[in-house]
């Protein structure tokens, strides 16, 4: 008897529990609480923040009293700073969430794709060891090609990296 699987308009939490890479259910509500607070966030402030803010923001800490957001730059963060108590004031106004907040921390985060180039990727991956001849035939797992392809679709921003792994796990 298997599990069926999830269409693919469902989560990225369900596509990962049924490839068997859940993560564990403490970390996995609060990954939810932070991505539903990240989406009301950027539709309560679409208004004020300028959108290359907006598209690097995310709540990676709340509680009833504290929003910590993190942003992509430090001019994104001193931004937020600036204004943290007029965002206060919309955050508090507009929604049930965020009624008790009474401050706004930021932490700036380089994601990974910002730091890492690919030609630097092409080497890491020209300087792992080459596989035994032993393993050149074997075939993946149905659940391996799915992992890869989640993370592929999912994860990874890099597009000389999507295809590769795509490749992979159709291989």
């Given at each position: 008897m298997s599990k069926k699987q999830p269409n693919r308009l469902a989560q990225l939490i369900d596509h990962q529990a049924f490839a068997g890479s859940a993560l564990p259910q403490p970390l996995a509500n609060n990954m939810r609480l932070y991505i539903e607070a990240t989406n009301e966030v950027k539709e309560l402030l679409v208004d004020c923040l300028p959108e290359e803010i907006l598209n690097t923001c995310w709540v990676v800490g709340l509680t009833s009293e504290q929003l910590i957001l993190s942003v992509g730059s430090m001019t994104a963060a001193n931004h937020i700073r600036y204004l943290q108590n007029a965002y206060l004031q919309v955050l508090t106004e507009q929604s049930i969430t965020f009624k008790q907040l009474k401050q706004i921390r930021v932490v700036v985060a380089k994601t990974f794709a910002d730091n890492?180039?690919?030609?630097?990727?092409?080497?890491?991956?020209?300087?792992?060891?080459?596989?035994?001849?032993a393993n050149e035939n074997q075939?993946?797992?149905?659940?391996?090609?799915?992992?890869?392809?989640q993370a592929a679709e999912h994860v990874t921003t890099d597009e000389n990296l999507k295809k590769a792994l795509l490749r992979l796990a159709n291989h």
């Open positions: 890492y180039s690919s030609r630097q990727s092409s080497a890491l991956l020209a300087a792992l060891p080459k596989p035994s001849k075939a993946l797992s149905q659940n391996t090609k799915r992992t890869i392809s």
